[in-house]
């Protein structure tokens, strides 16, 4: 909310999760190896960090725990794709409750929903892979298409697309229902008629 404002993560509870300071965020955690203060995070000039707040059983960051049980931490800086883990799973983690929290950090994306030169290369790398696909029916037209046969509007970069087995892509939104189909796993492509099932093993691309 503001550049003072700190993350308190810790276990969940009605009375710890709500806050008269603006500069305190609560986030808790309905697991029983997670202290009632465990970790905090902030940002400082564009950085954010982490640190143990005397938890008993470890704020782990990328597998590294971060002070000893009881004890303070440092700070430690945090990048996006950081894995932080708070405690230990607890009687093998059989049950939910006694499992370990797992964070994976995800900082500074905005450019990810927006038009760039990565996700305008990925656009172009999946169409090039269809092209190299073989055609089935004479089916080059739909194929090399570069509009969604449902909606007849574009696919373009920064969009949900599916691309079936046979190459032919789609609008997520257009073709869900016959993904989700009463014939689930199997997939009628509307294009060709090539039928195929979505949880079939993904095996290596030939060289």
Known sequence: KSANSVVRVGRYSERDNTSSDPNILPVGFKSKVVSRRHCEFWCTDGQWFIKDVKSSSGT????????????????????????????????????????????????NRNWQKSLNSFNKS??????????????????????NSSECSICLNPVAPCQALFVAPC?????YKCVKNLIHGPSYPNFLCPNCRFVADLEDDVEPAEE
């Open 122 to 143: 990925a656009h172009k790398r999946l169409f090039k892979s269809a092209l190299k696909s073989k055609t089935r029916d004479s089916d080059a037209t739909s194929v």
């Open 60 to 107: 782990f960051l990328n597998h590294v725990r971060l002070s000893s049980p009881g004890v303070e931490s440092r700070p430690f800086p945090v990048n996006d794709g950081d894995v932080v883990q708070l405690g230990i799973d607890f009687k093998g983690g059989e049950e939910v409750i006694f499992r370990c929290v797992k964070i994976r950090v995800e900082c």
């Open 167 to 171: 190459s032919h892509v789609w609008h």
